[in-house]
C-alpha cells in the first residue's frame, strides 16, 4: 500500500470536511481529533452530499468511477447522496497519440500503417480506462476501407487501479468493523463489485463480446443499431468497432432540426428496454445519454458496452409478476411473488410482508399513473425487501440503475410519455407467452432431448438397481421405475399429439 497515496486520501478527506462522518461514534473519536491537527484547510460551506462527490472528483478517475458504480446502490445509499453520486462524470485528460500508436501496434503485432489508412492521433473522446481514436481500415488492395473507432486502453493504468483498489479495501474493512452501520452498507461487497466491473473494462475483448451479443440480439431491428466488432484488429488492449454517425441524445435541440420524432423516440427507449429484459436477458447497464446516439433514421446507436447485465427466467418471472401486481395495487401478490422466488425467507408471513409493501407503496399512487416511475417502484420493493433480511442481487441493482437512466431519458424526450400504457401491454403478452401453451410447448421442446436421452437408459438402470438393491428395496425400486416409465411415455404421446398438431396447421 502506498503511504503518500493514503496521506493524501486522508487529506482529501479532511480537506472536503467527510470527517463529519465521525462524529457520534465513540469508537472514532480519537480520529475525529487527529484530523483536527492537520494543516489542510478545511472548507464544510457545501453540504455533505455534494462534499463527498468532490472528494471523489480530487481523487483521480479510479475514484470517481467508484463513486459512478456507488450511485447504483440506492438499495444501501440514502436519496440524496445517490443522487449527488450520479452527477459524477468520467472526464480525464487524454494521453499522448503517439503512446496510442505504440499500444495499437505491440498488442496487435503490427505496423499502424499497415492496419489503418488513416489514423487520428489526437483522441475524439478520453476517460479513466481508454480513449478512442478515428481511422479507417486499410483493404487487402490498400484502398481506404471501413470507418472505424478504435478504443485503446490507457497505458500503465493497472497498477494504479490496483493501489486504489487496496486502499478500498482497507477503507472497507474500516467502515465495516468501526460503524454502527457499516455492515448492512456491505462496502467490503461493494468494492468486489468495483473490482469485477473494472477489470472486465480493463479486458477490450469482453466489451467486444458483449457489443457482439447486443448486435446479434438487435439484428435487423427498426429502433436499435449495434456496431460492428471488427476482432482481427482487436485484442485486450484495443477494441476496433464501427464508426457511428448520429446526434448526442442529450442533444434535444439539434434533434428536432434534423426532424427527429421525439414522442416515437422516447417510446423506442421504453420498448428497446423490456425487449433487452424480458426477450433476451442480456441488456446493457450503462445507458447514460453520453453512450446513446441516434441515427439519421431516427433509430439508437448504443455505445460502450463495458457494463452489462444478465437475468435468469427466474429473475425474468419475478419482475414481471411484481410490476403487473404493483400496477394492479394487488400486494399480497407482490408479497406471495417475494416468498416464491425465494428473496425472502420462507417462514416469512406473506400477510406481514402484504403490509410492508402496501405502506411503501401505496404513497406512490397519489400521482397520475402516468407519472409513476418503473425505477422508484423497483427500488421502493428493495427497501421493503431489506427490512425483511433479504439479499439484493447485483443483476437487479443495475437493472435499477438501468431502468432509472431509460426513464429519465425517455421523459426528457417526451414529458408526456405514459411508461405503464408504453409497458403493461408487453409485460401482459410475455407472461401469457411464459404461462400459456406457447410456455408449454417451448418447455416440452427444451426438455425433449434429455428425455431421448433418458428413456433408452432406463432398462439398464432397472437392471442395476435390481442386482444391486437390498430384497427389501427391490419392489419399491421397481414401481418408481415403472412410474418414471409411464411418465416419459405420457409425456412422448403428449408431444407427438402436439407436433402432430403444428404439422397438420402448417399444412392448411
Known amino acids: 500500500m502506498s503511504i503518500s497515496r493514503s496521506l493524501k486520501i486522508v487529506a482529501t478527506l479532511y480537506r472536503y470536511g467527510l470527517d463529519d462522518f465521525l462524529e457520534g461514534h465513540s469508537k472514532l473519536a480519537f480520529l475525529h481529533k487527529l484530523f483536527a491537527l492537520s494543516p489542510v484547510r478545511r472548507d464544510t460551506s457545501a453540504p455533505l452530499p455534494q462534499r463527498v462527490r468532490l472528494a471523489l472528483e480530487s481523487l483521480g478517475p479510479i475514484f470517481v468511477k467508484f463513486g459512478q458504480v456507488l450511485s447504483t446502490r440506492r438499495d444501501l445509499l440514502p436519496p440524496k447522496y445517490a443522487d449527488e453520486l450520479a452527477l459524477l462524470q468520467d472526464r480525464v485528460p487524454p494521453f499522448d497519440g503517439e503512446i ?139 477494441l476496433t468497432l464501427e464508426w457511428m454517425h448520429g446526434i448526442p441524445v442529450g442533444q434535444i435541440e439539434r434533434l428536432r432540426e434534423a426532424g427527429v420524432d421525439l414522442k416515437k423516440l422516447s417510446r423506442f427507449g421504453v420498448e428497446i428496454f423490456f425487449t433487452q429484459v424480458f426477450r433476451h436477458g442480456f441488456f446493457h447497464a450503462d445507458m447514460h445519454p453520453g453512450n446513446i446516439f441516434v441515427a439519421d433514421d431516427g433509430r439508437y446507436i448504443a455505445l460502450d458496452f463495458g457494463i452489462v447485465g444478465s437475468l435468469t427466467d427466474t429473475d425474468k418471472h419475478y419482475l414481471a409478476v411484481n410490476f403487473l401486481a404493483f400496477f394492479n395495487r394487488d400486494y399480497h401478490r407482490v408479497a406471495t411473488a417475494h416468498i416464491e422466488s425465494g428473496w425472502v425467507p420462507k417462514d416469512t408471513r406473506a400477510e406481514e410482508l402484504e403490509a410492508a409493501v402496501r405502506t411503501v407503496c401505496e404513497p406512490i399512487f397519489e400521482k397520475p399513473l402516468s407519472q409513476i416511475s418503473f425505477g422508484i417502484v423497483l427500488l421502493r420493493l428493495f427497501e421493503t425487501s431489506r427490512r425483511f433480511n433479504v439479499e439484493i442481487q447485483p443483476q437487479l441493482v443495475l437493472l435499477q440503475k438501468t431502468l432509472l437512466n431509460i426513464e429519465g431519458l425517455g421523459r426528457q424526450l417526451d414529458p408526456e410519455l405514459d411508461l405503464w400504457d408504453t409497458a403493461k401491454p408487453f409485460l401482459t403478452k410475455w407472461m401469457n407467452e411464459q404461462v400459456g401453451w406457447r410456455g408449454l410447448l417451448r418447455t416440452l421442446k427444451n426438455e425433449a432431448p434429455e428425455w431421448a436421452t433418458t428413456l433408452p437408459t432406463l432398462p439398464r438402470k432397472l437392471n442395476e438397481a435390481l442386482g444391486s438393491a437390498k430384497t427389501d428395496l427391490l419392489v419399491e425400486g421397481y414401481m418408481h421405475l415403472m412410474r418414471e416409465q409411464k411418465r416419459q411415455n405420457f409425456l412422448l404421446l403428449l408431444i407427438a399429439i402436439l407436433l402432430a398438431g403444428l404439422l397438420a396447421k402448417s399444412l392448411l
Not at 104 to 124: A, C, H, I, M, W
Open 100 to 238: 496510442a500508436r505504440e499500444v495499437v501496434e505491440r498488442s496487435l503485432g503490427r505496423k499502424v500503417e499497415e492496419l489503418f489508412v488513416d489514423f487520428d492521433l489526437k483522441p475524439v473522446a478520453s476517460a479513466s480506462v481508454a480513449q478512442v481514436h478515428k481511422a479507417w481500415l486499410r483493404q487487402p488492395d490498400g484502398s481506404r476501407g471501413r470507418e472505424v473507432a478504435v478504443k485503446v486502453l490507457r497505458p500503465g493504468i493497472l497498477p494504479v487501479i490496483e493501489q486504489d483498489l487496496s486502499l478500498m479495501r482497507t477503507l472497507a474493512g474500516w467502515v465495516e468493523r468501526l460503524f454502527a452501520d457499516g455492515k448492512r452498507l456491505k462496502p467490503r461487497e461493494v468494492v468486489a463489485e468495483f473490482d469485477k466491473y473494472l477489470h472486465d473494462e480493463l479486458d477490450m475483448m469482453h466489451e467486444a463480446a458483449n457489443a457482439s451479443q447486443l448486435r446479434r440480439n438487435f439484428k435487423g431491428s427498426q429502433q436499435l443499431i449495434v456496431p460492428e466488432v471488427f476482432y482481427d484488429y482487436s485484442s485486450r488492449d484495443v
